[in-house]
Structures are given as C-alpha cells and as structure tokens.
T-cell receptor, first 112, second 112 residues
C-alpha cells in the first residue's frame, strides 16, 4: 500500500517557540492532505485540509495563524505550530489520499 | 464536533473470545471505516464499508452497516492478545470528501 511518513516522530520544545512537522507521501502524489490532532486518551480531530498550490482550509475552532500549513509540492505538506504552548502538546497525524486514505505514523509534540 | 459515538468505551476479554463494538453517526456518509491504534502509535486501516453495503468481512473481522439506524458494528472473532488496541470508526461524509470524522474509540484489552 501507499506510504505516508512524518518527521519528526517526536519533538520537545520550549513554550513560545515554533515547531515544524513534515508530512510526506513517499510513493504517490497527493494534491490534498489532512492534518489531525489527538489529545491523550481522546479521538482524532480534523484540524485542516492542506491543498497543494492553494491555501489550507481550517476546521472551526482551529486558529490558522497559529497552525500554519504549507503544501509546497505534491508530496509534502508542513504544519508549523507557532508560539507553542503546553496546551498544544498533542499527537499530530497527517493523512493523504491515493484511492484510499493513508495515515502517517504521527508526531508527538511536547511543549514544556 | 465528532461525528461518531462508540460503545463500549472499554472492553476487556480473554483470548479466543469475540469482541464487538458499535459506532453511531449523525449524517449521511459515503463510507465508514474502522481503524486500530496501538498506544502512542499511528493508525492502521482495518476495513472500509461503503454506504450501499451492509456487511463486509476481512479475515477475523466482520463489519456491518445499517444506514437506516446510522450505525455500524465491528466484530473481532477469536481474539488474540495482539488485538489489544484502541479501535476507531471514521465516517467520510457525503458533503466533505476525504475529511474523516472519528468516533470516540473503544479500548480493547485481550488477556492471554
């Protein structure tokens, strides 16, 4: 099946700094990718839809200026958590569609 | 808001027993999918059932879909310790292609 990777797999950062998470489709091109967030012991919540060559669309309640999404190529979408705070600590998962939806392995972000 | 509700929230069984979990949703869907997630890991796609299908099998998995009741069930037969994980249903809504709405999840523990 198709493969989606994420980098880094885990990151610890200090409050107030920015963190960039990459999502790559390794063996297919994806014009659309999705970013999800999962807090501990909770389900996944869709944050935004990343569109290659155009602006991302954000779900209600997700701050677009805080979670910057850039889909610069057909195989790469990046999520930047700006001015991170401890409440942003979460598991961030991306997905891409190639006939069916494939999920990345996730990135665990801890903000201290 | 989350589309799906799942029950039970947690399920503890012994190896060899069957595990059944249910998912309900609120609006029209294109398809419904079930995923497994081991603690702290990414999602593993288990099975997809389309809105015009009523039942689907894959190995030890059996999924049913009742669109009139807006509900689905996942049955794992002859469970194994390796089946210990959280299981999520996810619906692909008819008016939002590719965006998945996840249920709250069922945590399954299979003891040897």
């Amino acid at each position: 099946g198709a493969v989606v990777s994420q980098h880094p797999s885990w990151v610890i950062c200090k409050s107030g700094t920015s963190v960039k998470i990459e999502c790559r489709s390794l063996d297919f091109q994806a014009t659309t990718m999705f970013w999800y967030r999962q807090f501990p012991k909770q389900s996944l919540m869709l944050m935004a839809t990343s569109n290659e060559g155009s602006k991302a669309t954000y779900e209600q309640g997700v701050e677009k200026d805080k979670f910057l999404i850039n889909h610069a190529s057909l195989t790469l979408s990046t999520l930047t958590v700006t001015s991170a705070h401890p409440e942003d600590s979460s598991f961030y998962i991306c997905s891409a569609i190639n006939n069916e939806q494939y999920f990345g392995p996730g990135t665990r972000l801890t903000v201290t | 808001s989350q589309q799906g509700e799942e029950d039970p929230q947690a399920l503890s069984i012994q190896e060899g027993e069957n595990a059944t979990m249910n998912c309900s949703y609120k609006t029209s869907i294109n398809n419904l999918q079930w995923y497994r997630q081991n603690s702290g890991r990414g999602l593993v796609h288990l099975i997809l059932i389309r809105s015009n299908e009523r039942e689907k099998h894959s190995g030890r998995l059996r999924v049913t879909l009742d669109t009139s009741k807006k509900s689905s069930s996942l049955l794992i037969t002859a469970s194994r310790a390796a089946d210990t994980a959280s299981y999520f249903c996810a619906t692909d809504l008819t008016d939002s292609w590719g965006k998945l709405q996840f249920g709250a999840g069922t945590q399954v523990v299979v003891t040897p």
